[in-house]
């Protein structure tokens, strides 16, 4: 029989649960930083007797890194005065049970207010996710394989230009017009029963850009990086599958190398480890019965030759282009980008198109060339010629 107490309770009050399984709790946890308690004085940031801090390390594009302390919730219970209503604030840990996306302790944070004020609940969330999402703003977040799950490779990324990555004339503009076009017909696959996804494969040397038009596309869209290392120890073909299947929303799956894994359909890493996942494995997390929808896959690769056929066909890659060496055109738009109003600039960029004209000049090469180049574009053109009389260009 309920006691009394428990049935007050039950008719008056009315508990909001976030465990820490949820996206939504490191938001609420830096929401709940911002509140003050109203025993302890006004002012903002939490105030309590049990706190916890939350450490965030940013590394900012200087290589300049940035420490942050929040002062959150610790463990027990708090109260906080929000919008004239009165809400218990309870965290609770269990050390027995793991989290195993984040290999720390499962805990849950719970709101009780009355039950006349549960509408709060909604717009708390909402403010802590508008919170959260600010540290996100205008960055791309890159997602790496930890087993079975997806991890935050570091923190956000500021979010590359599509701009600065120059291509060959065409090249960008037909996989933009192409991922677009497939991002709003969602229903127009539906309608002819054909799986929503998308494969795209981009060869080329090394240095020619493949990986940075990648991570520049995924900026422009608005979308996250989920890089999957195939060579990764412990990696099944299930797993595999359950990757792909659970990828956070809006992102593009990364296959780097790809030609690099499975070889001769065996995959083995460099030291001589041979994978659990199998050539036939990957072709069914790619396109099979159980495989993943609403799905975008970009592959890369140094040597398109010896991708097996299996691998490339429609379907598995729908869209295939090629980033070869810096041509003229693409040598003088980056020389220009560079050197943008100083003297000099036009006619040097007319004769480092001649330059590397016929030769084995990476993007890559280029950029690198130009980064100690501070003097200015005369002092890029002669090391360039240095170079290449050297033969020291990469290709």
């Keep these: 029989m309920l006691s009394a107490d428990t049935l ?9 649960e976030i465990p820490s399984t949820d996206l939504s709790h490191p938001w609420v ?9 109203p025993f302890s004085g006004r002012g903002r940031g939490f105030r309590s007797h049990q706190l916890s801090v939350n450490t965030s390390v940013n590394k900012r594009e200087s290589g300049v890194t940035d420490v942050e302390f929040k002062q959150v919730p610790g463990e027990g219970t708090h109260w906080i005065r929000y919008r004239g209503a009165w809400m218990q604030v309870r965290r609770e840990r269990n050390e027995r049970m793991i989290d195993v996306k984040s290999g720390t302790p499962w805990e849950k944070v719970s709101l009780t207010t009355l039950s006349r004020d549960r509408a709060l609940f909604d717009i708390i969330l909402q403010e802590a996710y508008d919170l959260g999402s600010k540290a996100i703003e205008n960055k791309t977040m890159i997602y790496s394989a930890w087993g079975a799950e ?32 497939f991002m709003g017909r969602e229903t127009w696959y539906a ?15 090394p240095g020619s850009g493949k990986s940075s038009f990648v ?8 979308m996250d990086i989920c890089i999957l290392n195939l060579s990764e120890r412990g990696q099944t073909d299930d797993k595999l599958s359950h990757l792909l299947i659970n990828a956070p929303p809006r992102s ?22 041979q994978s659990a996942i199998t050539f036939s494995g990957l072709l069914n997390a790619l396109d099979g019965v159980g495989a993943a929808e609403s799905r975008i896959v970009f592959m890369t690769t140094n040597h398109p030759q010896k991708l097996d056929a299996a691998l490339i066909r429609p379907g598995r890659v729908d869209m295939h282009e090629t980033l070869d060496d810096a041509t003229p055109a693409q040598a003088k738009e980056m020389f220009e980008r560079f050197y943008a109003g100083q003297e000099g600039v036009e006619e040097g960029a007319g004769r480092l198109g001649e330059m590397v004209r016929d030769r084995n000049v990476s993007m890559a090469a280029l ?24 033969e020291r260009v990469p290709i």
């Design 8 to 16: 007050v309770r039950r008719r008056l009050l009315t508990t909001l």
């Design 29 to 37: 946890l830096s929401w709940l930083s911002r509140q003050s308690s």
């Design 150 to 181: 997806w991890r935050p490779l570091g923190p956000p990324r500021r979010k590359r230009e599509l701009d600065s990555v120059v291509l060959a004339h065409g090249v960008k503009e037909r996989i933009v017009e192409d991922i677009r076009t």
């Design 191 to 205: 309608d002819r029963g054909i799986p929503y996804r998308r494969g795209y494969l981009l060869s080329g040397p």
């Design 215 to 222: 991570q520049a596309l995924a900026g422009s869209l608005s």
């Design 252 to 273: 593009i799956i990364l296959l780097e190398d790809i030609d690099a894994a499975f070889n001769h359909r065996v995959q083995t890493s460099a030291d001589g480890y």
């Design 367 to 390: 950029q690198g060339l130009f980064i100690v180049s501070a003097e200015g574009p005369d002092m890029a053109l002669k090391l360039l010629k240095a170079m290449l009389e050297q």
